[in-house]
């Protein structure tokens, strides 16, 4: 059975989908998101295969009657792997593998696969190094006594050996790796990880008084778009599944001159493996310091609903759920179906409907992000002297002046701020602060 993983080539492996479910829905394509993944990771969707399952059959998932016709299915489409729309145990893949004679691959094992070849930056290299070890390995070692090498293109070690789908990722190369040796690698990945994680923590602790807000959404609903556009940036933009991995971060000038800072993070997806939620903690950690978070969807999915759901919960896993959420419905200028966007408008009433694409409503969308800068107004009266510019120049790019006037070398200014703003107008150390009306 080793031979079943080893011998394949990188790219356009012919793939059967099967999808198999306690409850299959009506609504929709219930493997479009698995075939988008599958031709992610390079591979041509030669036939797909679907059941409704009463119970989970501990040996092989699907029942054996199932699994010989899946075999039947993949001798007819003449495929090279089965990718499975549900999390297999080890045993289950060993003897599905037996049964229907190509490599099979459960739906956490092809997301993996996918991260290993988007993973550009050195963090990103390590975080799905250790997701891939810590996931792939064991269920690995548990088929068989040993592997050759856990390797992959373009990984972080010295290795970059070529393999098949689930197969490419960084990683150690040995004639034989034993659990000892992985639990070393292990551990030594999440102590590079963490100091990555303390420069990080630095880092958002150096941002404390700007205003953070975090682009969060599903992958491909586009968030990078949205980023370059809002802050004139020129990040690359792809239309395809997880095309972002690593944080960027850009100043955004909103009401008036304000600066705050807008992060684009990795994109979502349903039924996201925890191991990745884990080794991504340094670039999630971007949402969980945000002040708010701008939850981006693709109106233009035919399960956006679903999406929108997918999204709420990893929000949730990763401790999120507190925090202000203000929903975007994004690419209005790709929906064929007008009343599906009719319903979602009535669903999420406070939702703001755009086009990143085109520019459509991004000023609603400011209007909304300032409401949420700003907070609650109240009036106050700051005493300074006017030879501090700073304090007068915060005021007219972040308040509405009301009167201003001047004694000798003093000023006093009655405005409108916004209570979010207090915290950093009286950093700049004003002579008097008083709030006449809240």
């Not at 090498?149 to 972080?156: D, K, L, R």
Request: hydrophobic residues 40%; positive net charge.
């Amino acid at each position: 059975m080793e031979d079943l993983r080893e011998s394949l080539k990188v790219r356009k492996e012919r793939a059967v989908l099967m999808g198999a479910e306690l409850r299959l829905d009506a609504d929709g394509d219930e493997l479009a998101e698995l075939t988008a993944l599958a031709e992610s990771a390079g591979a041509v969707v030669a036939g797909r295969f679907q059941q409704k399952l009463k119970n989970i059959n501990p040996r092989t998932y699907i029942g054996k009657g199932k699994a010989e016709q899946l075999a039947e299915r993949v001798s007819l489409c003449k495929a090279d792997v089965v990718i499975f729309d549900n999390d297999l145990s080890p045993h289950q893949i060993g003897e599905l593998e037996k049964i229907v004679q190509v490599k099979v691959l459960d739906r956490s094992e092809l997301i993996l696969d996918i991260f290993a070849t988007r993973a550009k930056s050195r963090q990103a290299k390590l975080q799905v190094e250790l997701a891939q070890l810590e996931y792939t390995y064991p269920r690995l070692t548990r088929m068989w006594s040993h592997l050759d090498n856990i390797a992959g293109a373009g990984g972080a070690t010295t290795a970059g050996v070529v393999g098949g789908i689930g197969t490419r990722g960084t990683g150690e190369k040995q004639l034989e790796i034993d659990r000892r040796l992985v639990n070393k690698r292990i551990t030594e990945l999440k102590r590079q990880l963490a100091a990555i994680d303390n420069r990080r923590v630095r880092e958002i602790a150096g941002r404390e008084g700007r205003f953070k807000i975090c682009l969060v959404g599903y992958t491909n609903a586009g968030k990078s778009t949205l980023l370059n556009k809002l802050t004139s940036s020129s990040e690359s933009v792809e239309d395809r599944l997880f095309a972002t991995l690593d944080t960027r971060t850009r100043q955004w000038s909103i009401c008036g001159g304000a600066k705050i800072l807008l992060s684009d993070t990795v994109g979502f997806v349903r039924k996201l493996p925890h191991q990745l939620v884990a080794s991504f903690k340094a670039t999630l950690e971007e949402a969980v310091n945000a002040d708010l978070l701008i939850h981006v969807a693709d109106v233009s999915n035919a399960v956006v609903l679903r999406q929108i759901e997918s999204v709420k919960s990893v929000i949730k896993e990763i401790g999120c759920q507190a925090k202000p959420v203000l929903l975007v419905l994004n690419k209005i200028d790709a929906v064929s179906d007008i009343c599906q966007l009719e319903m979602l408008e009535t669903l999420f009433a406070d939702a703001v409907a755009i086009s990143a694409k085109n520019g459509s409503g991004l000023e609603r969308l400011e209007e909304a992000v300032i409401k949420e800068y700003k907070g609650n107004e109240v009036l106050l009266r700051v005493g300074s002297y006017q030879s501090n510019g700073k304090v007068q120049s915060f005021l007219r790019a972040h308040s509405r002046i009301v009167e201003e006037r001047y004694l000798d070398s003093y000023v006093l200014i009655d405005a409108v701020l916004g209570k979010k703003q207090l915290p950093l107008l009286k950093k700049l150390h004003p002579s008097t602060l008083e709030i006449m009306q809240s």
